[in-house]
């Protein structure tokens, strides 16, 4: 079993900051990719940030100078930080991990976490 906790959402004016981490626990051997999806009311999930265990780092347009994202690997866990926030911004925030779940097994699975809502007004 893997768990992904994450925190950090909360209401904030536009042109503010949130910092959202995910720590993922449990049962498995490597992590592969980590990133963070949205999804905004009546909207598809996207992807907004996603960064390899080699620390290469792919962005949606949207976030694209205005977030950022990292991780650190001796806790597992990754954040994304969002400055300059715009009420399109509002949406619930999923982190995502791809890991291995265990040594002899070379495809790695997806797991989300239970998604953390961000706010923001105008």
């Known amino acids: 079993q893997v768990q992904l906790v994450e925190s950090g959402g909360g209401l904030v004016q536009a042109g503010g900051s949130l910092r959202l981490s995910c720590e993922a626990s449990g049962r498995f051997f490597m992590i592969n990719t980590m990133g963070w999806y949205r999804q905004a009311p009546g909207k598809q999930r996207e992807l907004v940030a996603a960064?390899?265990?080699?620390?290469?780092?792919n962005y949606a347009d949207s976030a694209k100078g205005r977030f950022t994202i990292s991780r650190d690997n001796a806790k597992n866990t990754v954040y994304l930080q969002m400055n300059s926030l715009k009420p399109e911004d509002t949406a619930v925030y999923y982190c995502?991990?791809?890991?291995?779940?265990?040594?002899?097994?070379?495809?790695?699975?997806?797991?989300w976490g239970r998604g953390t809502q961000v706010t923001v007004s105008a």
């Open positions: 995502n991990i791809q890991a291995r779940p265990s040594i002899v097994v070379f495809v790695p699975s997806d797991y």
């Open positions: 960064i390899s265990s080699g620390g290469s780092t």
